[in-house]
């Protein structure tokens, strides 16, 4: 089986050991250069071969324009990933030319505890209609308090932001991120940039740089 | 320098590791392969749908 971490259009260098410290390779398939490791069976996709996977994309990405592959399947042979590669082509060069360029950033602060709003007194209707009321105004209190904390980071992170192409924000149960895609080019001005980050708020948890897994999250067509 | 330190260096500390784990999981593009892997359990692998069309189209 054959597991792909990712996709280059110039030959990368890898030193480290993949997924179930299998070697990982540098292999033309399709036009790309593709780094991937090869296995007698189908790995798991667990904690360990997660980490493994992580490493070998982001040492990669750091190096060379990379498209991170999500761990999720295995391909039978050589064949099979080229027939893929070939089937997938237009899809996977437009990631590539939108995300492989640069690095990942991760901000993230811990979500603000929303105020619990105040059941509208004024209302004249029925448990059911006072159950929606409270219910619009927790999702009205909820998005204040995650543009708060999303203002709160970017006015610490404003260095690191102006670097960056592109950004995306999520809310997880961790707390309120905003993912940066900056340049690779930009690398040593941009780890400045996140120390000013971390200092202007010291609250603020700080990841990256990796591989450009946020920004490179398209599926095939159904 | 030990193996952790070394991931950590790449990766981040303890607290974005499981942002790590949540990228290459759920983030990334996707490349369909022809056998699926599974996150936990006993059954690791699921053998995809064009494997098993595959399969079919063989000898009786």
Redesign the interface.
Known sequence: ?IL?Y?LARDVPTVSRPGVEDAEVRVVRVAGWWAVLSEHGH??????EA??A???V???VALETAF??????????DRA??AS??ER?QQR?AA?FDACAHGL?W?L?LPASSAPSPRPDETASGGPGTTYLLQRAAQERSSAVARDHDLARIAAAARPLQRLAEASRDAT?A?GVERCLLVPRARLAEARAAAEIAQRELPTL????P??P??F?????AP | MTADTD?DR???SD??????????????????????????GVD??HV?LR?SLRGLDGPL
């Open positions: 089986m792909l990712g189908a790995p798991g996709r667990d904690r997660a980490l996977h992580a490493a994309s982001t040492e498209l991170p592959v999500r761990l999720r399947a295995a391909h039978q099979s990933l893929e590669l997938e996977l990631a990942e991760l993230r997880t961790r948890t700080l990841g990256g990796w591989a897994w946020s490179a999250d398209t599926e095939p | 991931l790449l990766l981040g607290a974005t590791l499981v942002d790590v784990l949540d990228r290459v999981l759920e983030r990334g593009v996707v490349v369909s392969g022809d056998v699926v892997l599974s996150v936990a690791l692998v995809g494997l």
